[in-house]
């Protein structure tokens, strides 16, 4: 089992930027994939951005250059620092740990509102 404890949501302008953190804890020892996916109303949860513990980076094409993920293996923790944030950023993003294949572990977060708005 592993429990996902997401922070740093909120209401910020067009333009500003928030960072999320995701803390996680539990049985398995190394987490293969911790990452961030979005569910704005209407539409399908999406991936955002996701890191693998060999190093590899996955980004949304929506969100690159401005989106940055980092995870400290060392306390299982990701981040996702979010810049130039536009309304249509506006979600709930969720913190995901899942394992290598899709018959792994996947586990989520409860969520964290984010809102662009002027």
């Known amino acids: 089992q592993v429990q996902l404890v997401e922070s740093g949501g909120g209401l910020v302008q067009p333009g500003g930027s928030l960072r999320l953190s995701c803390a996680a804890s539990?049985?398995?020892?190394?987490?293969?994939?911790l990452g961030w996916y979005r569910q704005a109303p209407g539409n399908q949860r999406e991936l955002v951005a996701d890191?693998?513990?060999?190093?590899?980076?996955n980004y949304a094409e929506s969100v690159k250059g401005r989106f940055t993920i980092s995870r400290d293996d060392a306390t299982d923790t990701v981040y996702l620092q979010m810049n130039s944030l536009k309304p249509e950023d506006t979600a709930v993003y969720y913190c995901?740990?899942?394992?290598?294949?899709?018959?792994?572990?996947?586990?989520w977060g409860q969520g964290t509102q984010v809102t662009v708005s002027s």
């Open positions: 995901n740990a899942r394992g290598p294949t899709s018959k792994s572990y996947d586990y």
């Open positions: 539990g049985s398995i020892f190394s987490i293969y994939a």
């Open positions: 890191s693998t513990s060999g190093g590899s980076v």
